[in-house]
């Protein structure tokens, strides 16, 4: 695809597809374990530390909305995997195992974005992702 055919599309049009196709793959790996992007960032945000739930749904609140993320602990505590103890959520037993067995999974999706952008382009996209994203109003949360 020529330069040409790119910029026929705006920047935002790249990026809806970008992380539309990122939801996707993630989406596709993780199908086959019961849960999907959105239970894997839950997931792997407790296993860095436990955390109220006000926390976790506000970290993920750039990804979804309060009440999608909500549910998202919601089905992960049905399934014994999050539990709340002492004012904060942590991963149960079976939670981190799931968890541990999932980070594979994840990271060969990571494998497969490092391969399409090598080392030197993914930081330099990056990088132009965090100068546009400071160039712009923070929208309304």
């Known amino acids: 695809m020529g330069d040409e055919d790119i910029l026929r599309r705006p920047i935002g049009w790249w990026l809806k ?12 790996s993780l199908s086959g374990h019961g849960v999907d992007r959105r239970g ?45 103890a002492s004012g904060a959520l942590r991963l149960t037993p079976a939670g981190a195992r799931e968890q541990a067995a999932l980070a594979p999974v994840v990271e060969r999706v990571r494998h497969q974005v490092a391969a399409a952008l090598p080392e030197d382009d993914y930081l330099t996209l990056v990088r132009l992702l965090a100068r546009l994203v400071a160039g712009l109003p923070q929208p309304p949360r």
């Open 17 to 28: 597809e970008a992380d539309a196709r990122l939801d996707a793959a993630l989406d596709s």
């Open 40 to 84: 894997w960032q839950v997931l792997a945000t407790l296993a860095r530390s436990s955390s109220p739930r006000a926390a976790v749904v506000a970290s993920l609140a750039p990804f979804d909305e309060p009440a999608v993320v909500e549910d998202v602990i919601d089905e992960l505590e049905r399934r014994g995997w999050v539990e709340e």
